[in-house]
């Protein structure tokens, strides 16, 4: 189990731990924001916290794809897979600038 | 107490709830997200779930904002408080729309 997930990923993200902080973070923020459209805020208000949620998100996106970039990336090209990564990472971009 | 709130928002929206389900929803979807960066899996597959996350809270938005101009915008502008309403919305919109 150990070695198979090592095949899959045997390397360690350099800002992993300071992304999965900031999604918590952000679980946090929208948490706080259904709470306040639950108990009828201004929908103005609601809505200036949806957008920050929205900007915490692409903060969040962007440090997630520059690691993504310096180590998956520059390591699979090394080890001649760029195809198969390439291919990932072209359909996640696809999928998130819109 | 009450009053007072009943003065600030006497009226009731009427996707409130459905919306605050919805933001629940995303909340989980964002929860699960986070806990598969902590699990290490693939870049590409975390960006495509960040990025459903954001379409997901780009339609809550829409829901609130069309629930907010059939209810508050409508009202304020037969009461003529819409000078303060319209600001609000304007600011909101402003920082939503990228």
Redesign the interface.
Known sequence: MTEN?EH??DHE?KH?KQ??NR??R??GH??A??EM??A?????????Q?????KA??N??KL??K??LES?VVKAIHNGNEEQVLS??N???D??I?
Chains 1, 2 share one sequence.
């Open positions: 997930q899959k990923h993200h992993r992304i999965v999604l918590a952000i679980e929208l948490r924001t259904k459209t639950a009828g805020r201004d929908c103005s208000e609601i809505l200036l949806i957008a920050a949620v929205q998100l692409d969040a996106a997630l794809l690691d993504h998956c990932a990472l359909k996640a971009l999928n998130y819109r």
